[in-house]
């Protein structure tokens, strides 16, 4: 694998500039494939480079002087041998070009063989990496409502996230905090008083609480004693009354029963479901010792712009100076909770907090009206700081990651800092992954508001274009396959660019069999099971690796050399564009081999050595298509 081609020429260089090989191995890097006349031309076929400029940080070079003058010097100084073939001066670097015998020997032995799932996790780069207990915090729907749209974000990035941790030998525990508490479960608690029916529950059970909200929340409207009957069960649920209590458990059941059939199309699942529910008595915990300690303040001055408290209310002052320039409210003067709420729709709205009597204002949280989907937003500060802390007193995290969208970004960044100023160092090993928006998202009926609208339309439109695609197989499930494949195209539209980054949600590109799509990716992958399948009598014998020497094939090795290199840096800033593009590019690598290293028709030992590059290609693509949180597909 790399790392041979790695240690090898760190060994060189540490004989020639008589230091350890181990200084050299941060600075070598496996360059990028290209077209072929690139990579000839420019870089002569090279595989692997030395930054000069990361040994002058070292003190492994003088810093001073003419770089380009120290990689030809350098470069003289090194001697090809039979693992290094040649070696070049570039610029302001040493290339490096192996044997590419021993190039397709290294890299595709290890496929075909019990574990070859395992290609470049093993490698000792990925060894510098820490390992433990990783917690993940994803998705985090709201119960008793159906599965907005606006979380498939968070769902398929924590996804990726854990399986990426998992497969880097990571103990992961996945979480889903639910949104299970609040004034919103009053006002449906009331309502389902009134307009709710067990039979129509149990038939279907998100359907009917929605409707049943839309009712009572129209009766909220202008009738005052709904509105009062609504506090009075939220008060009667905080009180732990038998009734309220067991509603609201039944509709947190049912709930999490409906999700699970959203997730399992997703193919995502979860170790525990938490909730801020769980938390109530910890967060009161939270305030007294925050009070003890000193840290919790009442604020003396009036609302003046957006950043300053209202008069009264809770505080802890984290600002530099301590003028409470920058706090965290985590109580209002009546000593209740502060509930802050947003738009769950996909593209943002303005923050609202909702008063008690459901007027925007500062205390109480409501839903206005069933078309604004009003969720909580990390309900409370407090209840957050309990949660982290019974997690870490009963999981034992080495690490706890967040993922939200880039709304919340100051909460926890809040929430960090009281951590460790409560005397938490673990808090610094909690982490934020943050995304933007997607904008345009809707289905042929309009606006979209539930997931498994998007789920049925990506599987409806991707059965329309199998079946008007020639090259389509027949299919013993192609609804099955449909599915795997339009959840594939969505996880690629949103994974290739920047997690932070807004983007426009468009089907008739994110469904196109041609370009850098998911559909691409199961395409190229089911193309390749269909070639194993065809040509299994030819596998029998071990490969002959001089055999392939076309530059298409080593292309391919070229970029499989880099494998190790796109996990290291995906985990070390959790961004799933890295795995994707590497795949893409493959995908298109592989194109090229196909029409230009045929193996029917060709002697047995070249068909064997060809296959062995596909079969190379076929194992890293659907690993890393499971990574990403995609089942791969083997016809379509």
């Known amino acids: 694998m790399s790392c041979f081609f790695r240690r090898t020429i760190a060994a060189k260089l540490g ?15 496996a360059l990028p494939a290209m077209k072929k006349q690139l990579s000839l031309t420019l870089m002569q076929g090279a595989d692997f480079k030395l930054s000069l400029s990361a040994l002058r940080v070292q003190g492994i070079l003088p810093p001073g002087g003419d770089i380009q003058q120290q990689a030809e010097s350098l470069a003289s100084q090194l001697k090809q041998d039979s693992v290094v073939e040649e070696i070049s001066a570039g610029r302001g670097a040493v290339h490096f070009k192996v044997n590419r015998r021993l190039l397709a020997e290294k890299l595709l032995e290890p496929f075909g063989k019990v574990g070859d799932d395992t290609f470049g996790l093993n490698s000792e780069l990925l060894k510098t990496l820490k390992r ?55 006002l449906l608690g009331a309502g389902f008083g009134q307009f709710g029916c067990e039979k129509k529950l149990q038939e279907n059970p998100l359907q009917h609480l929605f409707e049943v909200y839309v009712q009572v929340n129209k009766e909220a409207e202008r009738d005052e004693a709904t509105k009062q009957a609504a506090r009075d069960f939220f008060r009667r649920l905080e009180q732990g009354e038998g009734r309220a209590v067991s509603l609201w458990r039944q509709f947190r059941e049912i709930t999490v029963r409906e999700y699970r059939r959203i997730y399992e199309r997703l193919g995502v699942h979860f170790d525990v479901y938490s909730g801020e529910s769980l938390h109530q008595d910890q967060a009161q915990q939270v305030v007294r010792e925050l009070q003890s300690r000193g840290l919790l303040r009442t604020s003396e001055y009036g609302k003046k712009h957006a950043h300053t408290p209202l008069r009264g209310t809770g505080v802890v002052d984290l600002s530099p100076d301590g003028d409470m320039s920058r706090v965290c409210t985590l109580l209002r ?11 769950e729709g996909v593209q943002a709205q303005p923050f609202s907090v909702l008063r008690k009597d459901f007027s925007f204002g500062p205390a109480g949280i409501f839903i206005p009206s069933p078309s604004a989907s009003v ?3 990390r309900v409370s500060c407090r209840r957050d700081i309990a949660a982290a802390i019974d997690r870490r007193e009963k999981l034992c995290f080495d690490e706890m990651i967040y993922v939200t969208d880039k709304s919340q970004e100051d909460h926890f960044s809040q929430l960090f800092q009281i951590l460790l100023t409560m005397g938490h160092p673990w808090a610094v090993r909690c982490r934020h992954v943050s995304f933007g928006l ?13 997931l498994e609208d998007v789920l049925d339309e990506a599987r409806a439109r991707m059965l329309h274009n199998m079946s008007q695609s020639n090259t389509t197989k027949e299919l013993e499930n192609p609804q099955d396959t449909a599915e795997k494949v339009g959840i594939s195209a969505l996880i690629v539209q949103d994974f290739r660019g920047p997690l932070q980054s807004d983007y426009k949600f468009e ?3 994110m469904l196109q069999a041609q370009g850098d799509t998911g559909v691409f990716l199961q395409y190229t992958h089911a193309r390749l099971c269909s070639l194993m399948r065809r040509n299994e009598g030819v596998e029998a014998a071990p490969f002959e690796p001089w055999l392939l020497r076309e530059q298409t094939g ?18 070390q800033d959790l961004q799933p564009k890295h795995l994707v593009n590497f795949l893409l590019k493959l995908c298109h690598f592989v194109a090229s081999a196909h029409r230009e290293l045929p193996v029917k028709g060709n002697p047995q030992d070249v068909a064997r050595a060809r296959l062995q590059l596909f079969r190379g290609s076929c194992s890293v693509l ?8 995609i089942t791969p597909v083997n016809k379509m």
């Open 622 to 629: 659907a690993n890393g298509m499971r990574i990403l949180g």
């Open 554 to 571: 080593i292309t391919i090795l070229q970029h499989l050399l880099r494998y190790d290199e796109v996990l290291y840096q995906s985990a």
């Open 132 to 186: 433990g207990t990783t917690l993940v915090e994803y998705s985090s729907p709201n119960i008793a409502k159906k599965f907005h749209a606006g979380h498939l974000r968070s769902t398929i990035i924590g996804n990726f996230i854990a399986n990426l941790k998992q497969s880097l030998g990571n103990t992961v525990i996945r979480m889903n905090y639910l949104g299970d508490w609040g004034m919103q479960f009053g």
């Open 438 to 450: 997607v904008q345009g998202m809707k289905t042929r009926t309009g606006e979209v508001v539930f």
């Open 333 to 343: 003067s009546d000593g209740t909770t502060l509930y802050i709420t947003r738009s």
């Open 375 to 377: 969720v909580s937003l």
């Open 507 to 509: 089907w008739e590109r």
């Open 15 to 29: 004989r020639t500039l008589q230091q350890s090989e181990e200084v050299f191995l941060p600075a070598l890097t």
